[in-house]
């Protein structure tokens, strides 16, 4: 690897490293080897760790490690056989990492270790289609003990980073709602659980204020608000399934609605603002007026999209 290439591979692992610990995950162990201790790991004699996150997962009821690995590559050198190989060595890694005695003394019995994140940055130009033509075409041999690994390349990058600042914009009050689903309890976090990065729809709650004026002067009026997060494909099909997952997890309580849209293609902000309230207004069962009223529409900046075709939110 040529200096250039390893000084933007450092600064990936560094981002990495600021960016997951912003989302709430505490990072546990950094550019770290273990020895290999299995020979169907095809004489490897050690394994690398880029970094090992813990975070809590509500849905597992229970602390998760991850290990998150990075690489940086020019777009043409990330191939299918590529990803593939990435993809066995990170679960060959995490293997030896569940009993590596290297890592004793991190009090790994405090979280189950069985989930990876490759994170994959094309460095000159990204081709999202090719690359998930890559990914879809992967063959992984299946283990005894399950292994999941998540993908993540340049475009989750930026949604991701995009995200976290809109998410921002909401203040301290901000926080994750994980309603409860299969008996779980519902949970109120600011943390995201690696299952929820990657989801197409979040909950969340949060607080804004309206001046008021008073006896003594002006004063602000707390109100509650409760969030959707839309990062599915902008259809009026997904429109009203969003809306029925709003009710179905009663989140019709507070005092407005927000529903954050991800726009991925040109024309989808002015097809949310054209259709969206409209959509819910219509079908068998249309919300009234004053629910209407409670909707306020935002938008997730998507930085591949040009400020004219998404109209310059």
């Not at 309603?179 to 969340?204: C, D, M, R, V």
């Not at 309206?210 to 959707?228: A, N, V």
């Not at 002015?270 to 219509?282: A, C, D, G, P």
Request: some cysteine; overall charge neutral.
């Amino acid at each position: 690897m040529g200096e250039a290439a390893r000084k933007i591979g450092e600064k990936l692992e560094n981002f990495g490293s600021l960016f997951f610990t912003d989302l709430g995950w505490t990072e546990i162990i950094r550019d770290k080897e273990i020895k290999c201790t299995r020979s169907s790991h095809g004489g490897k004699r050690s394994h690398g760790i880029d970094l090992l996150f813990e975070t809590y997962n509500p849905y597992l009821s229970c602390n998760q490690g991850i290990v998150l690995e990075c690489k940086n590559r020019q777009m043409q050198s990330i191939t299918k056989a590529e990803i593939e190989k990435w993809v066995k060595e990170l679960i060959n890694c995490i293997e030896c990492a569940q009993s590596a005695p290297e890592l004793s003394s991190y009090n790994m019995a405090d979280f189950s270790l069985n989930t990876g994140l490759l994170v994959i940055h094309a460095n000159d130009k990204f081709d999202r289609e090719k690359f998930y033509s890559h990914v879809s075409g992967i063959s992984v041999p299946r283990r005894r003990s399950p292994i999941n690994i998540y993908i993540a390349a340049n475009d989750r990058i930026n949604e991701w980073t995009s995200l976290c600042k809109k998410i921002a914009e909401f203040g301290e009050d901000f926080n994750l709602l994980y309603p409860s689903i299969n008996g779980s309890s519902k949970l109120l976090t600011k943390s995201f659980s690696i299952n929820s990065l990657f989801s197409k729809y979040n909950f969340a709650t949060s607080k804004y204020f309206e001046e008021r004026q008073g006896s003594g002067g002006p004063y602000k009026e707390p109100h509650s608000q409760s969030i959707l997060i839309f990062r599915d494909e902008v259809t009026a099909s997904n429109f009203k399934y969003a809306w029925s997952m709003f009710k179905y997890y009663q989140l019709q309580g507070a005092d407005r609605y927000v529903f954050l849209f991800y726009p991925m293609d040109s024309g989808d902000v002015e097809y949310v603002k054209e259709h969206f309230i409209s959509t819910l207004k219509s079908g068998d069962n249309p919300i009234s007026e004053q629910e209407a009223q409670k909707i306020v529409i935002e938008f997730i900046d998507n930085r591949s999209l040009s400020p004219v075709e998404i109209g310059g939110i």
